[in-house]
């Protein structure tokens, strides 16, 4: 899907300081080679199943298919995962290309702290130093994702810039790039970024849709009528999508954080309300004001509150391949004690957001239908925040 | 071919950095006016940018401000094109590569031609990434400045042998902002341009004495200024204009003595 200048369509690309382009262009000459490589595949698949515990289950959530009473419905448990998310495929991933690269040092940006902690996760793994940049203001509300970062022996870097919200550890994290390039490697968390991270993570994050293949062809003989997980930058979305793409009939559904609505400034739904820019490295869809300023955006959800979507998601929806959806805080939080009540699993509030909308057209559809939802994390570090929205003020 | 050339003909050019609309259009202004007066050969103007990754916490700073105090792109051509009545010097424009796409990146660069802009610098479009800009500069005779880093190494004979304007040599890794010692080896860096072209170059990032400007500028063409003149308008604000005008002279009297 990339061509050879890192473009999803119109997407993608390099935009990025002169600084960094021979650190890309070395990323990506050894992303080249190692990806074909036997011993490190090999050593990969190691990690994704001894330490990592993959691969994870596709679950048949019977109870919430008869309450629903509509098409049938998976759950690919990516929160059962070592560190709880999808995050930990695509950092052992990098983790151990660095390695190959002769890096000593990661660093980090991380929103709701997911990434972050996989990314201390592996340095601490493989000997590696570890700095983690996560605005200030989800510090605040991962407070436990950042003493897990610490445990782990990262260093977290409170970014006070901007709205000191994912978009700007972004930022921080490739300033500091910029500064220290010899013995380190940015371990960008999502598929965004220049050229050629959006390839590197989405090829890292697409043992999730290989799996759902395999899974669901031996459950239910045939391949399912949609796949659905939540896009912030899209890690999970595009790791779920990926090996769907040429199969025409299986729908791919990915559920933007609409926030507190989508006719509001306050919201993240990049696809729904944005227009195409440059920033970050790539083009893509942006929420941004008239002027090219990149806009404030909002979610409950810290892993989704980011104003920009992976290049290759802006060309499925292009191209209409894939459909994005907006889902509100509210519906998230209902799909959040949904879930916990129905299922007895507690999803993080990024992967609530996909199961928001199958609940919205699971109901709709015929019984011999089937959908798969990504659970993309485990809910325990967004208790005390769900809490807080419902009025209640738990300590952790 | 714009009137860059004009910056560093017989001289080595002293080139200072200016945020638009920090903290309001009309201390721009007067700062631009002082700095001219004071020796400036050529001024790099900022539009501001929401988030600019290229830059330290003091140009960030002065973004900041300018947007809190409702600096637009269309603002900034009103003042370039107020400017130019009295001002001859070259002038060039420093953003992010959004600013000018979002605007309609023909309309932007027709905009800087039709208010005398003589060149753009876009610190996140590199070499691979400049043909959408360069073929629109190109049509409307405004010149894409070209940056060099420090890490470059291969890249520079590449760059330089395609660079219109001058070159914007990036002294350090990291971002903009004061530094006490540049460690980089410039000479060599320097030497590499000069054997693949004959467009002048200009040092920046990091400089903010009269020493390292003139130490910058005796290696190269010129020195560029940015955050130690926008320290001089964070401390003074709007009364900063006089303050510049006397820091660029010192600045222009130390590159002067290298003749």
């Known amino acids: ?387 807080r929205y419902r009025g209640e003020d738990i300590h952790e | 071919m714009s009137n860059i050339y004009k910056a560093f003909e017989n001289k080595k050019a002293f080139i200072p950095f200016i945020t638009c609309g920090d903290p309001d259009v009309e201390t721009t202004k007067a700062v631009i006016r002082e700095a001219v007066k004071n020796g400036a050969d050529l001024v790099e103007i900022g539009i501001p940018f929401s988030d600019p990754t290229a830059e330290g916490p003091v140009i960030q700073g002065a973004n900041l401000r300018a947007l809190t105090g409702g600096i637009t792109t269309d603002k900034v051509f009103d003042m370039v094109e107020e400017l130019r009545k009295d001002i001859t010097i070259p002038m060039v424009f420093m953003t992010y590569a959004n600013v000018v796409f979002s605007y309609g990146s023909e309309k932007f660069i027709s905009t800087c031609k039709k208010v005398g802009i003589d060149g753009l610098i876009l610190p996140d479009v590199p070499f691979e990434e400049k043909e959408e800009f360069l073929n629109l500069c190109e049509k409307y005779d405004v010149d894409l400045i070209s940056l060099i880093a420090p890490t470059s190494e291969n890249r520079i004979a590449m760059i330089a042998s395609k660079a219109k304007g001058f070159i914007y040599v990036v002294s350090s890794l990291g971002v903009t902002g004061t530094r006490s010692e540049i460690k980089t080896d410039l000479s060599s860096i320097v030497k590499v341009i000069r054997e693949n072209t004959d467009v002048p170059c200009a040092i920046g990032f990091g400089i903010s004495t009269p020493e390292q400007a003139a130490k910058m500028a005796g290696i190269s063409d010129g020195a560029i200024v940015g955050s130690a003149i926008i320290k001089i308008l964070e401390k003074y604000g709007k009364d900063a204009a006089p303050y510049v005008g006397e820091y660029v002279k010192s600045m222009k009297d130390a590159i002067n003595l290298l003749r």
């Open chain 1, 1 to 387: 899907m990339t061509n050879p200048n890192g473009r999803f369509g119109i997407h993608g690309g390099q935009y990025i300081p002169e600084t960094l382009m021979n650190a890309v262009i070395e990323l990506e000459k050894a992303y080249d080679h190692y990806k074909n490589d036997p011993e490190f595949n090999r050593e990969l698949t190691e990690l994704f199943n001894e330490y990592a515990g993959r691969p994870s289950r596709l679950y048949y959530a019977e109870k919430m298919t008869k309450d629903l009473g509509g098409a049938k419905i998976y759950l690919k448990r990516e929160d059962l995962n070592h560190t709880g998310a999808h995050k930990i495929n695509n950092v052992l991933g990098q983790a151990l290309l660095a390695k190959k690269m002769g890096k000593t040092r990661l660093i980090a940006e991380t929103g709701a702290g997911q990434h972050g902690v996989a990314t201390a996760t592996a340095a601490a793994l493989m000997g590696m130093e570890c700095v983690v940049f996560m605005g200030e203001e989800d510090t605040k509300r991962q407070a436990l994702n950042v003493y897990r970062m610490r445990l782990l022996g990262a260093e977290v870097i409170p970014v006070k810039t901007g709205t000191a919200t994912l978009k700007d550890a972004v930022s921080e994290a490739m300033r500091e790039w910029t500064s220290r390039i010899d013995d380190t490697h940015y371990c960008l968390g999502s598929v965004m970024g220049p050229h050629p991270f959006p390839t590197i993570v989405r090829d890292f994050q697409a043992v999730i849709s290989k799996e759902i293949k395999e899974q669901i062809l031996e459950k239910e003989h045939r391949l399912p009528d949609a796949v659905i997980a939540c896009v912030g930058g899209g890690s999970n979305a595009i790791g779920t999508f990926y090996n769907f793409i040429e199969d025409k009939d299986v729908k791919l559904i990915g559920c933007e954080a609409a926030g507190r609505g989508i006719d509001g400034f306050e919201t993240a739904a990049t696809i729904n309300t944005g227009r195409v820019g440059i920033f970050h490295g790539m083009k893509s869809y942006f929420c941004q004001d008239e002027y090219g300023q990149i806009a404030p955006v909002y979610s409950i959800s810290a892993g989704l509150d980011y104003p920009g979507i992976g290049p290759e998601h802006a060309h499925l929806h292009d191209i209409g391949r894939a459909q994005y959806v907006p889902v509100t805080d509210d519906e998230a939080v209902n799909a959040f004690e949904y879930l916990a009540k129905t299922e007895g699993i507690i999803p993080a509030i990024e992967s609530a957001h996909a199961v928001a909308h199958a609940m919205k057209i699971a109901p709709q559809m015929g019984k011999d239908q089937i959908i798969v939802i990504t659970i993309s994390g485990r809910g325990d570090k967004d208790c005390a925040a769900i809490a």
